[in-house]
C-alpha cells in the first residue's frame, strides 16, 4: 500500500494527539442531578426515553439499509434492551430524587410535607412505581405512607394513664421495630399500612386487659389516648429512625445501579456511532496522496471491510471518528510512527478530500474515491 509505505520511510518518535471532533460528553453526576421538577414531568416510558435523549444525545443503531428512491429513509426501531435501559435509567433517576426529597422532609421533621403520596392522581409516583425493578423502593414507598399518614394524626392529650405501663410492656414483648416476622411493626406497616399499626395498637383491650377481673376497661376516648401516646412517644420515632437509613441505604445503592446503566448506554452509544462510520467508509477506494515536502503524487487502493469483519482488517486504523461529514483516522504503525487523516465525506459518501500529517514531517493532500461499494453482510 502506497500510504503504508510513504508513512514507514523514517522512524519517529514525536506522538500526535486526535483532534478533538465531538462535544464534550454528557456528565453523569449532572445528569443524576437534573432539577427535580424535569424528572417529576415524566410519567411514561416514552417521556422517559425522551428524557435520556433530551441528556445523552440520540440513540441510533447502525444499519446498512440503503435508501430507496423517491422514499424517506426510515430510522431502524432501537433494540428493545436499549430502550428498557433508557427507561430504567429514569427511573433510577426518579427513585434517587424520590429517595433524597423524603429523606430531607423526614430529617427536617416535616410530617405532612409529603402528602402527595397519598395522591392517587400523581401519574410520575404511579409510573415509577409501575417500572421500578427495585423491591426496597416499594418497600420504603409502603413504609412512608404508613409513616406520613400516622404521623399525620393528632398527638396525645395529657391526661392520666394509669395502667401505661403495662399497656406498653404488652405491645413491647408482642411486637419489635426490627423483627423481619409478621409480628414486626415493620411487617406489619408494609403489609397492613397504617390501619394495620392502629389495629395492634387497640388489641390489648381485647386480649389481656379482658382476662383481669379487677382491671376496669377505660372509655373508647381514653383507649385512644393509650394507642396515641405509645404511637407518637414509641412508635413513630423508631419507624422514622428505620425509614430514614433505609432511604439513605436506598438512594446510595441506586446512583451505583443508575451509573451502571449510563454506563452501558453510553458503550453502546459510542459503539453505534463507530458502526455508522465504518459503514460510510465501507469498500474499496482510489487514493490519491500530494506529498507537500516533495510534490510527489502516490497511489494506492484502501479497503474498508464492513463492520462486523473490520477486527480482522491488516493494517486497520487505531481510531476512526466520524461527526456529520468529517472524518478523522488515526494510524499507528512499528517503531512509533503515527499519521493522522482529516477529511470531508462529499458526493453521497463516493468520495472523500482532506490532508495528512505524519511525525515524519510528512504533510500533504489526500483525494479519494470509491470504486468498488461494500459487500454488506
Not at 405509645?230 to 438512594?251: D, F, G, I, N
Not at 493494517?315 to 476512526?320: L, Q
Amino acid at each position: 500500500m502506497g500510504l503504508l509505505a510513504l508513512s514507514m520511510v523514517l522512524a519517529g518518535e514525536v506522538s500526535l494527539g486526535p483532534t478533538p471532533l465531538f462535544a464534550k460528553e454528557p456528565n453523569f453526576e449532572k445528569f443524576l442531578n437534573t432539577p427535580t421538577q424535569k424528572i417529576t414531568a415524566v410519567t411514561s416510558n416514552l417521556q422517559a426515553q425522551a428524557f435520556v435523549r433530551a441528556a445523552m444525545g440520540p440513540f441510533i443503531q447502525a444499519t446498512s439499509h440503503k435508501k430507496s428512491r423517491g422514499r424517506r429513509h426510515k430510522k431502524p426501531p432501537l433494540p428493545t434492551t436499549i430502550t428498557q435501559k433508557m427507561v430504567n435509567l429514569a427511573a433510577g433517576v426518579a427513585t434517587w430524587h424520590f429517595s433524597s426529597e423524603m429523606e430531607m422532609q423526614l430529617h427536617q421533621g416535616h410530617k405532612r410535607g409529603m402528602s402527595f403520596l397519598h395522591d392517587t392522581s400523581n401519574d410520575h409516583l404511579t409510573w415509577l412505581t409501575k417500572v421500578s425493578t427495585q423491591p426496597e423502593l416499594h418497600r420504603v414507598f409502603a413504609l412512608a405512607n404508613t409513616y406520613f399518614e400516622l404521623a399525620a394524626t393528632q398527638q396525645p392529650a395529657i391526661v392520666e394513664l394509669p395502667h401505661y405501663a403495662r399497656y406498653a410492656e404488652y405491645l413491647h414483648q408482642q411486637y419489635s421495630i426490627w423483627t423481619k416476622e409478621n409480628k414486626g411493626w415493620l411487617t406489619i406497616a408494609e403489609k397492613a399500612g397504617a390501619q394495620g399499626v392502629t389495629q395492634r395498637l387497640h388489641e390489648y383491650w381485647n386480649t389481656e386487659a379482658s382476662k383481669e377481673r379487677n382491671f376496669p376497661a377505660p372509655s373508647v376516648q381514653n383507649q385512644e389516648s393509650y394507642a396515641a401516646r405509645y404511637l407518637h412517644q414509641h412508635y413513630l420515632p423508631l419507624h422514622q429512625a428505620y425509614l430514614q437509613a433505609a432511604l439513605v441505604k436506598l438512594q446510595m445503592e441506586t446512583e451505583h445501579r443508575t451509573r451502571v446503566i449510563w454506563n452501558r448506554l453510553r458503550q453502546w452509544q459510542t459503539d453505534q456511532k463507530r458502526k455508522r462510520g465504518l459503514l460510510r467508509l465501507c469498500g474499496t477506494w482510489q487514493w490519491l496522496i500530494h506529498n507537500h515536502q516533495n510534490h510527489g503524487d502516490y497511489k494506492t487502493v484502501m479497503i474498508y471491510p464492513p463492520p462486523s469483519q473490520y477486527d480482522r482488517m491488516d493494517p486497520k486504523p487505531a481510531k476512526i471518528q466520524v461527526q456529520g461529514d468529517t472524518v478523522y483516522i488515526r494510524w499507528e504503525f512499528p517503531r512509533g510512527i503515527i499519521q493522522e487523516e482529516s477529511l470531508l465525506f462529499s458526493e453521497k459518501d463516493r468520495a472523500l478530500s482532506g490532508t495528512f500529517v505524519n511525525n515524519m514531517g510528512h504533510n500533504g493532500s489526500i483525494t479519494g474515491r470509491r470504486v468498488k461499494p461494500c459487500k454488506e453482510k
